[in-house]
């Protein structure tokens, strides 16, 4: 009998790839997506569309944070392992619009920790955010590293919704990770995120915003390496240690919860001008650059250190960022483009 999957943000970039590889591997899967309209609604109803042709794939457009819909969900379909994606993302949208990321990442964080609850899963997997590690200047980025200070609100959420996790993980002993993604790209992306953005103007012949005048540093992670680590990571559900002593070194492992935090990153650095050079190359267009300041809530770099992950599921594939990007504008130009005209 198969395991069954509940994954949240379904129709969302990282969670239509992670639905995409659990259903190839076997998995049940219940995807729920609220559909909001942050970016075009018409990709992520594709993206569900074409998740709908594999059986075993239930979809379920409901919003995480109305109450007891997750409470239904979870009494229904009794899922082995939850893989919570569903957000508000991005940095520059918790400026402008702060409530909805109460409402979704808060509110909705709580709501499914109460269902699970009631009805416990082998395994719970969440995501958090590169950006938990916020004003941070030591690097790379260990798990282990103090995290307090938050340069927007949608990380101050993330980190939130981290310790919310660990209280119920203490109290009701849910074996619980907690995700932290760095700067992920690749087909089917967020149509609000850079290399959308720059592979969009300059196809268009319209000037990209630089910021920070380019001294900027990502640590990119091909999407397919990140799906590979989640999918190693939910036959890795942590467990409460005995003693203190029983922690590894490098392990997040609480002393008092079965619950841990894991970096899922490249492990290496790449300038934002190297970025750039990438798309360039794989369209074959030079982009007029607009160099701006540095945008508030943001970093200039991120570096994840990804002993950790090693440790726990050993070597990952880490796909070169020239050739991550040319995917994705192969899949620009071929599906999204014709399209979106």
């Known amino acids: 009998m198969s395991r069954v999957a509940f994954v949240t943000g379904s129709a969302g970039f990282i969670g239509f790839h992670t639905c995409k590889r659990l259903l190839a591997d076997g998995f049940t899967v219940i995807g729920l997506d609220a559909m909001t309209d942050y ?84 395994h719970m997997l969440l995501a958090s955010t590169s950006s938990v590690f916020g004003a941070n200047t030591d690097m790379p980025y260990a798990e282990t590293d103090k995290a307090d200070l938050q340069m927007s609100f949608y990380a101050a959420t993330k980190k939130s919704t981290e310790a919310m996790a660990h209280s119920y993980a203490h109290l009701y002993g849910l074996p619980t990770t907690m995700f932290r993604f760095f700067t992920v790209y690749g087909p ?57 002593e029983d922690i590894a070194e490098v392990d997040s492992l609480s002393p008092v919860a079965p619950w841990r935090v894991v970096n899922i990153g490249n492990g290496a650095p ?25 945008q508030p809530g943001d970093v200039p770099a991120t570096w994840a250190d990804d002993k950790l992950l090693r440790h726990l599921i050993g070597p990952i594939p880490r796909t070169e960022l020239t050739e991550g990007v040319k995917a994705f504008v192969d899949w620009y130009k071929a599906d999204y483009a014709p399209q979106n005209g």
């Open 39 to 122: 970016y075009d609604v018409s990709l992520k109803h594709r993206r569900h569309a074409m998740l709908l042709q594999t059986p075993g794939f239930t979809a379920i457009e409901k919003r995480l944070e109305e109450p007891g819909a997750l409470m239904e969900i979870f009494a229904t379909h009794k899922p082995d392992v939850v893989i919570h994606l569903a957000a508000q993302a991005g940095v520059r949208y918790s400026i402008v619009a702060p409530r909805s990321y109460v409402e979704a990442n808060l509110v909705g964080t709580f709501e499914l920790l109460e269902a699970a609850r009631a009805h416990p899963p082998a």
């Open 188 to 244: 089917w992306g967020r149509p609000d995120m850079a290399l959308f953005k720059f592979t969009s103007a300059i196809l268009q012949g319209r000037p990209i915003d630089v910021y920070n005048h380019g001294n900027m540093q990502r640590d990119f992670t091909y999407i397919d390496d990140l799906v590979e680590g989640i999918r190693r990571l939910i036959d890795i559900a942590p467990e409460r240690p005995a003693t203190a």
């Open 270 to 294: 790449s300038a934002l001008g190297t970025f750039i050079e990438a798309i360039e190359a794989a369209l074959g267009q030079e982009a007029e650059k607009n160099y701006m300041e540095m």
